[in-house]
């Protein structure tokens, strides 16, 4: 007989502790464990904690038995455990109903119940009775659940369960874009059923996403139709929103207690390091006390100072709670086991001293855990002087179950029956040692074999389409169709997976289906839908983009695989379809093995299969779907891939004369943009420079060719002696489809016509309001002019004003065939794609209403890293956007916010795509920037562009329309990153092949000489705009002066520079200077950029002030009472504030003055005594003031210089540091208003100045 005195005593002693203390509640019937003897409620959460010390038990026991009397007991716990799992699972698979909407909506009342009937399994309370949405519930289950089946545990039993459990996968894959009420059920810390996008819920996310994948929920036991699968992107959005989100919980809590089963056990869900660190060490500074941790700042939860007869608080009610909040020991015993997984002995010592001086002993020696302790009402006082100075009082259930249980664990884990390793089966906790360097494969692929031979031409040896069989390749679109099917059961009604977009992680993988490899082309190189793809340079860098992104974030077996299409459409020009020389540089780059810092591996597709990440799509063979869903998996795999459209005919064209009428809607696309640059700032303006106005002078010249049912093409070039003469040109291409547009061989053949003078959105009604002009158009004459032309500009007019007049169905003859307005409408979408005509391209699709594919997914991108949006122009089309929302619904308010401007409507969607790409990859852009207004930053693109182009605000609108996607990104960038930068004229030469038949210019910026811009020359040139980052010092005056001259005469001017040149460069770099200011208080006032600790050290101003007024606005003091310096909260009810001024430099010198303000009481605090509202409008107004008098500016001066809010553009223009800064000016301010103490010469005396 064994000798009692070894650890099976100790094992017999914490199982008769759980017998006590959890075990002996759990109910026969359902498995479930109530609150209390009095409450029958079960909660998910709490009986998930609880039961994991009986399975960790169950494992000591089986670890250790060697009598039969131990094998059974670890048997009967392990059933108590299987009972309990099962008995929750029961209860959510009764609310499957709720389980599919919620799929769709995310809708708190759509969520599954987070508490339960012990007694019964059924709901206890109603849908809106509860903070039920509660993601890291519902999480902590799944995760469980996957560490116990992966332990031997066998928790289901059937296919319908696994289907279930495969929809709580996409219960909870949209956490990091779900507010939820949290950990602790409340939500907003105020208790007034407000729910947040919370850390914790995120976390417990995350790691149950990557915890169940692949995971067989039979075990050993288990096929093909019990495996679960997850998709990596969703739980990589997760760690990447959770990394930008701590140490902070939520908008409403700075810290909370509950991110360490985040960081540690159980989830361990954070693979950073030095995040967990600051995590961890923020908790330990905010919230440890003598008998706990507080869960967060100012929780009032049965304190003394709580109102016991309401659940919710008062705003002002926050600040008592402050410094008496309850401390929960249960964090004792997660802080032990956190040493225990990292091996901190120091720590274990300490929190397990700690943790046994809040233990409560019973007459049998059992101990047990208080669920809180809680400062007397006499004693609040007290408290409040002096923190952790009172004794408290154990309140609340006594044991604390959820305490208890991870008392045991510890208790386990330190004593040596268990291992960690053992508690996390599936190795969790090693989630953030470091992992080796990924190298990515990449597939270059050409659509068909013209394509390949053009690229051998350079020495790239690449496969078609074709030639990778029997491996397929297909479209992301398919592989998000084939998931769809996941999950998907009749008898229970869940229709599966939502198609939402597949994300790169998952298209990088290869695929098995029966005896077939399939592989999946990335979603940004799917050219059908919005127009970004058709860039060729924007399409290569979000390609490096998505290198380097695998390279960052791929976690699976295996190396990543890239697929990159080539395609006719990715070149500029349709005729020699030569691959443009970006497209061979990257190559080459991608040959030599590294691009962008990243390592690549480039070969064939058939290469990789044995080194890529392999899953098998076996859902697709379950026998419960329909015939009906086994007729749709075999079109996907039989589809034949669509091609892609010819734009223009492969026949012969031939020259011809053309008419110079213009069309009586002319410029009517034009007129309908409503991008303005400040009025201000317009009449600064000087006229164009001849440079400028002659490039635009360029649009009117041009030749016109039409086409002919032929093999070859004609090209006109310009002979010897300047005449025009045919030559052919054969290339063996498929024939266009069947179009109803007359082409031309380039399509800005139209007599220019200068930018309208004003263009208010006002000029769009020219033609609905009835007015004389509209009677005099003649329909037919628009429809006899749209079958003549050829000039794109023309046909854009008329088809404009005919969609909206006429309507998209609204049926029209062209060349004798009949057609719907909506048909031209898309072929000349294609046709402004094809010439990339940008300006025109953003247009159509706005008026297509398209929507670019990831648009939901950016919005989401950047509302949850804790930026707000908006779009349209302040203050009356301005729409805030503050939590995600759904793809069509967010298109709608964009359309809506931009109005009858269907051209920003479309760059409005762009632009939000390039700054989630920003912030995914470059979030230090975005610091100290809270609400991202995508109005405000085209109007201040368009005021660069004029500034730098030095034109009117109309043109410089036009420019910005007509800029290529990867400029508006570059042009982006260099706005967010403050960087200076010049902008670049210069004409690209199209389609126009020399005598020997080599194209010239061909995709190739090229710069002209005079003499090649002859009026007489056949050669069609375009005005193309390129950004670039400005140098420093004596090289931007000579970058600057050279990116004005043409090519020809550049390598003369660098070695024979003119000293009167360099003269007016200097002119040139001082004028820039004097608008510097200016220019920065407007870019960081449009980008909503205040200083380093801005908020924090507003609050403290707002502490010892009885308010401050901001514009009529009113900051008042009691903020301070409900909100903590670093909570989100205060700083959105600032920005909320500052936001209502519209214009953005004057918003940025109320940033100044209040900066001053927090200066004034951290350096003088002793002196200043605030007893009344602060108006900071009125600072501002006297230091503009002070500075006029100062200067002594003539009163003329002084009026003909007024700025925003009547504030002197001299003033906007000063910097803020030195004697004569901003800064000084609006401290003398202070001085006048405000009772600090001041010299006789109303200096003021104080640490600033």
Not at 283 to 294: A, H, N, S, W
Not at 859 to 866: E, I, S
Request: aromatic share 8%.
């Amino acid at each position: 007989m064994r000798n009692r005195s070894n650890s099976g005593v100790r094992l017999d002693y914490y199982q008769r502790l759980l017998n006590k203390t959890i075990l002996k509640y759990q109910n026969p019937v359902t498995g479930l464990l109530p609150a209390s003897e009095e409450n029958s409620h079960a909660w998910v959460r709490d009986n998930v904690y609880a039961v994991l010390s009986v399975w960790a038990l169950a494992l000591a026991y089986r670890k250790t038995a060697d009598l039969d009397e131990d094998r059974a007991k670890a048997y009967e716990l392990e059933q108590s455990v299987v009972k309990l799992m099962r008995g929750l699972l029961r209860c959510m698979m009764s609310q499957v109903e709720k389980l599919e909407r919620f799929k769709h909506t995310q809708h708190v009342n759509d969520s599954l119940h987070a508490k339960y009937c012990s007694k019964t399994g059924k709901t206890v309370v109603g849908d809106q009775a509860w903070g039920h949405l509660q993601i890291d519930a519902t999480s902590l289950y799944i995760l469980s659940l996957a560490q116990m089946t992966a332990s031997g545990l066998q928790i289901i039993f059937t296919l319908d369960e696994v289907s279930f459990v495969q929809n709580l996968i996409f219960y909870i894959e949209t956490a990091y874009r779900t507010p939820d009420y949290g950990i602790w059920e409340r939500g907003d810390k105020t208790n007034h059923g407000l729910p947040e996008l919370n850390s914790s819920s995120i976390g417990m996310a995350k790691a149950a996403l990557e915890a169940i994948n692949e995971l067989d929920l039979f075990g050993a036991r288990g096929g093909p139709l019990s495996v679960v699968h997850v998709l990596p992107d969703e739980a990589q959005q997760c760690q990447a929103i959770l990394l930008s989100m701590l140490p902070r919980e939520s908008n409403s809590k700075e810290i909370d207690a509950a991110l360490l089963t985040v960081i540690s056990f159980p989830a361990f869900a954070v693979d950073d390091g030095e995040k967990v660190e600051e995590t961890r060490d923020s908790i330990v500074t905010k919230l440890e006390g003598k008998y706990g941790f507080c869960r967060f700042l100012r929780d009032g939860y049965k304190t003394a100072r709580e109102d016991p007869n309401r659940l919710h608080y008062e705003p002002w009610e926050l600040q008592v709670f402050e410094r008496i909040e309850c401390q929960w020991p249960m964090f004792f015993a997660l802080f032990v086991l956190d040493g225990l997984f990292n091996g901190r002995e120091e720590q274990v010592k300490k929190y397990s001293e700690k943790l046994d001086s809040v233990m409560i002993k019973t007459d049998e020696g059992i101990h047990l855990l208080p669920e809180l302790y809680a400062v007397h009402k006499e004693m609040v006082e007290q408290e409040y002087k002096t923190p952790n100075s009172q004794k408290r009082e154990a309140i609340g259930r006594l044991p604390h179950r959820w305490g208890q249980s991870l008392y045991i664990i510890s208790k386990l884990v330190q004593e040596g029956f268990l291992s960690p390793g053992e508690l996390d089966p599936l190795n969790r906790r090693l989630v953030s040692e470091p992992k080796p360097d990924i190298v990515v494969q990449v597939v270059i692929l050409a659509e068909d074999e013209f394509i390949q031979s053009k690229l051998w031409e350079h020495g790239i040896k690449v496969q078609t389409m074709e030639e990778v069989r029997p491996l397929q390749v297909f479209p992301a679109s398919v592989l998000t169709q084939i998931y769809s099917l996941l999950g998907r059961n009749k008898k229970m009604g869940l229709t599966g997976r939502p198609k939402n977009e597949i994300g790169l992680l998952a298209t990088s993988k290869l695929y098995t289906y029966r005896d077939q490899i399939l592989a999946f082309i990335p979603q940004t190189a799917d050219e059908h839908q919005f127009y970004l793809p058709k860039d060729t340079l924007l399409k290569l860098d979000m390609f490096a983009n998505d290198v380097g992104f695998l390279s960052s974030y791929w976690g699976s077996l295996g190396r990543p695989l890239l697929i990159f299409p080539v395609s006719t459409n990715l070149n500029y020009l349709d005729v020699g379809h030569n691959p443009p020389g970006a497209l061979i540089g990257t190559i080459k780059k991608l040959q030599s093995g590294y691009i962008a810092g990243t390592r690549v591996h480039l070969g064939n597709l058939a290469d990789f299969v044995t080194t890529s990440c392999i899953t098998k799509l076996s859902f697709l063979r379950d026998p419960s779907h329909s015939e009906e869903v086994k007729h749709f998996v075999g079109d996907i795999f039989n589809r034949i891939p669509d091609t892609r459209p010819r734009l223009l005919s492969s026949s012969r064209i031939k020259t011809r004369p053309r008419s110079h009428s213009k069309s009586s809607v002319h410029g009517i696309v034009r007129r309908s943009r409503s991008i303005q640059v400040d009025p201000a700032q317009a009449k600064e303006r000087v006229p164009s420079p001849p440079s400028l106005q002659e490039s635009l002078k360029k649009f009117e010249r041009g030749i016109t060719v039409d086409r002919e049912q032929s093999g070859g093409v004609p090209i006109p070039t310009t002979s010897a002696h300047g005449r025009s003469h045919d030559v052919e040109f054969p290339i063996q291409r498929p024939h266009s489809p069947n179009l109803h547009l007359k082409g031309s061989l380039h399509p800005l053949h139209y007599s220019h016509q200068s930018p309208c003078s004003s263009s208010s959105p006002q000029l769009f009604h020219f033609f609905h309001q009835g007015t004389k002009q509209e009677s005099i158009i003649n329909v037919d004459e628009l429809v006899e002019q749209l079958n003549n032309t050829e000039v794109l500009h023309e046909q854009a007019d008329i088809i404009h004003y005919l969609y909206l007049h006429k309507g998209p169905d609204w049926e029209i003859t062209i060349d004798g065939k009949k057609c719907y307005i909506k048909e031209l409408l898309v072929e000349l979408y294609e046709k402004a794609g094809h010439w990339k005509h940008w300006g025109l391209v953003r247009h159509t699709a706005g008026l297509l209403k398209k929507r670019v594919e990831e648009l939901a997914l950016a919005a989401t991108d950047l509302l949850v890293r804790q930026k707000q949006l908006s779009v349209g122009l302040p203050p009356d089309r301005e729409r805030v956007i503050m939590r995600p929302l759904p793809p069509d619904e967010l298109a709608k308010i964009i359309f809506d916010a931009c109005g009858e401007d269907l051209s920003t409507a479309s760059l409005t969607q762009e632009l939000l795509i390039y700054l989630a790409m920003f912030i995914r990859t470059e979030p230090k852009l975005f610091n100290e920037m809270l609400r991202l207004r995508v109005g405000l930053i085209i109007q201040v693109m368009a005021s660069e562009l004029a500034r730098t182009l030095k034109c009117t605000g109309d043109e410089a609108s036009e420019h910005l329309m007509n800029l290529s996607p990867f400029e508006m990104k570059t042009l982006l960038h260099h706005i967010l990153s403050g960087k200076e930068f010049v902008i670049s004229t210069g004409y690209i030469h199209t389609c126009v092949p020399g005598p020997a038949g080599d194209l010239r210019g061909v995709g190739v910026s090229r710069w002209t000489t005079d003499s090649e811009t002859d009026e007489h020359t056949n050669v069609e040139d375009e005005c193309r705009l390129s950004v670039s980052t400005k140098k420093v010092g004596e090289e931007a005056t000579e970058f600057a002066r050279l990116s004005r001259k043409p090519h020809a005469k550049m390598q003369k001017s660098i070695h024979h520079i003119d000293p009167n040149d360099l003269e007016k460069d200097d002119e040139g770099v001082e004028s820039d200077r004097q608008g510097q200011w200016l220019r920065r208080r407007r870019l960081d006032g449009a980008l909503n950029r205040v200083p380093v600790g801005f908020y924090p050290r507003v609050w403290k101003v707002l502490k010892m002030c009885h308010g401050l007024v901001i514009e009529g606005q009113h900051l008042p003091h009691s903020l301070t009472r409900e909100m903590t310096p670093g909570e989100f909260k205060f700083a959105l009810h600032v920005e909320m504030v500052l936001n209502r001024i519209p214009q953005p430099e004057y918003r940025q010198l109320m940033v100044e003055a209040l900066m001053v303000l927090t200066l004034l009481t951290e350096n003088d605090n002793s002196k200043l005594s605030f007893s009344t509202l602060i108006y900071v409008d009125k600072i501002v107004q006297t230091a503009n003031a002070i500075y006029l008098k100062d200067q002594k500016i003539p009163s003329d001066v002084m009026e003909h210089s007024k700025g925003a809010a009547g504030i002197s553009l001299h003033f906007y223009d000063t910097a803020p540091s030195g004697r004569f800064g901003t800064m000084s000016y609006l401290c003398r301010a202070l001085a006048t208003i405000l009772p600090i103490p001041v010299d006789k010469d109303a200096n003021v005396d104080c640490a600033v100045s």
